[in-house]
Structure formats: structure tokens, C-alpha cells
């Protein structure tokens, strides 16, 4: 699981992207007993394929392989779901609206709110995901943002994922909510200089987009960690609806996805500019 828990493409602009969802490798110790196809819903499918021009832009790009349901990259460490676990946890435990809804580091149930397993997981075997997954990838963006503050003096985080068209009942706080077509999250204001996110939602609305700021979507874990704006360290959140590229049933892309990719393209291109 080591080897494989993630990609990550370098590149020499302050700009760094990465993808902590869209992950499809199913590792072997993953004990579901539920549907693969309920699992596969929780995936940002294909949004590391939107973004994979980064090389062209010399942009960084971070992919995890691991699915988002067996460790979720974007939690914190310690939003551990006591009821998924047959045995008290050995560290510092927060509860947040996640782990109400089943959905901490490690999912407990789908969006839609059915159980993932039959059987409670053992300490050890949550320890171990967070070891070879949550350590790894979050030790690769923070080396990578590091490089590229050291070479600029300043960096720009953007934290991609996808969204459903509607919200199912377990997946938010806001069961049921149609999503806007993007959503730029900086955590209220907190995690980047304001003017870079009013760029994006102004470039993507100027196009005709439906696009929300912090709503229903901040940012959390990655952002969080990230975003010291203070110290020319911006980090924000994108939200794409999964609508715009694929088929939300069979998980197909549909022929809206070549010209959002070549906005999204068009996007981190103004983007490095505004910065520079």
C-alpha cells in the first residue's frame, strides 16, 4: 500500500494542485460489505484526469490512489468515529459533523448512510491506514508547498475535488442541497488572501458558471493545514459538480468534460499569473 498510496507530479511554479479523493485503488485489507458501487460514489472520479495538464503549466500535482472511503486524507487525525472501532482509541479523539454522519478519517457508512462493514475495525488496523495513507500524503503536500515557497517566496495551495449534483443524505450538513456548478473555498477568508479567491469566483462566473463562496463547502483538513496566508502560504478549496463531466450513474465522462478541462486549464494559467 506504501508504494502505491499516491502520485505526486513536481513542478517549479509557486502553483501546487492535488486530488485527495479521487483515488480507485481498493487495497486488499479493505473488508467492505457493502456494494462497490456505493463506494465508488464517494470517489472524485476522474478529477485527477482534469487537472493532469499541470505539467504543461510547470505545476505540482498530488494524486492519492487510495479510495476516500477507506481513509479519507482530507479528515483530521484525530475525527476518529468511536462507533466504527471494537476497541477505545489510543489518542486524542474529536468529534465534528462527520463523524456524526459515519464519515471521520475512516467511513463507517456511504453517503447514503448505509454500513460500509459487518464487523468493527480493529485499532490496529486504523492505525495502519493512517501510517501508509493520511502520513504519507499529507507529509508529500506539505514537502511540496514547502519547495515551492522556498522557490518564490510565496505559494498557492488549490485543493480539487468533485461534488454530486445533489447532496445525499449522509454525505454534508446539507442533505439534499442542488449544488452550484463550482464552489471556491477559503475557510471564511482565513486560509488565502482574499483577492485570489474573488479571482476565481469572478473567472469562473464571468464564463456563465454557477459559483458559491464557503458554501456548502469551506475547505477542511488540507486547507486548514495549509493556508498561513500571513506567510504567502494561500490555500483554497475548489468544488466541481461531477455533472459537468460525467455520468453520475455510470461514472462515464460525458462530452462536457474537454472543454472543463481546458477551462480548468485556462483557470490555473490566470491563476499563476495573478500571482506572479
Not at 80 to 105: F, H, N
Not at 176 to 198: C, I, K, N, Q, Y
Not at 235 to 243: A, T
Request: hydrophobic residues 40%; proline residues 7%.
Amino acid at each position: 500500500m506504501k508504494e502505491t498510496a499516491l502520485t505526486l507530479q513536481p513542478g517549479g511554479s509557486a502553483l501546487v494542485l492535488d486530488s485527495p479523493h479521487s483515488g480507485t485503488v481498493y487495497p486488499e485489507d479493505f473488508d467492505y460489505a457493502c456494494e462497490l458501487a456505493l463506494l465508488r460514489r464517494a470517489e472524485d472520479t476522474h478529477v485527477e484526469k482534469l487537472f493532469d495538464f499541470a505539467p504543461l503549466l510547470d505545476v505540482t500535482l498530488l494524486q492519492a490512489h487510495f479510495p476516500r472511503s477507506y481513509l479519507d486524507a482530507n479528515r483530521a487525525i484525530d475525527e476518529i468515529d468511536a462507533e466504527l472501532l471494537c476497541e477505545p482509541w489510543d489518542a486524542p479523539v474529536a468529534a465534528s459533523p462527520k463523524t456524526r454522519l459515519g464519515k471521520g478519517l475512516a467511513w463507517r457508512l456511504t453517503d447514503e448512510g448505509v454500513p460500509i462493514y459487518r464487523r468493527r475495525l480493529r485499532p490496529s488496523e486504523l492505525r495502519h491506514r493512517i501510517n501508509h495513507c493520511w502520513r504519507p500524503y499529507h507529509a508529500a503536500l506539505a514537502r511540496a508547498l514547502d519547495e515551492a515557497h522556498a522557490r518564490h517566496g510565496y505559494c498557492v495551495h488549490l485543493n480539487c475535488h468533485s461534488m454530486p449534483s445533489v447532496a445525499a443524505s449522509h454525505a454534508t450538513e446539507f442533505p439534499g442541497e442542488v449544488h452550484p456548478d463550482f464552489v471556491v473555498g477559503d475557510r471564511d477568508g482565513s486560509t488565502a488572501d482574499p483577492t485570489l479567491s474573488a479571482w476565481l469566483v469572478d473567472f469562473l462566473a464571468r464564463r456563465g458558471w454557477h459559483v458559491t463562496h464557503n458554501h456548502p463547502y469551506k475547505g477542511v483538513e488540507l486547507v486548514r493545514r495549509s493556508g498561513d496566508p500571513a506567510r504567502g502560504r494561500h490555500s483554497i478549496q475548489l468544488e466541481i459538480n461531477r455533472r459537468l463531466y460525467m455520468d453520475e450513474a455510470t461514472l462515464e465522462l460525458n462530452p462536457g468534460y474537454p472543454a472543463l478541462k481546458e477551462l480548468l486549464c485556462e483557470m490555473a494559467g490566470g491563476l499563476l499569473k495573478v500571482m506572479a
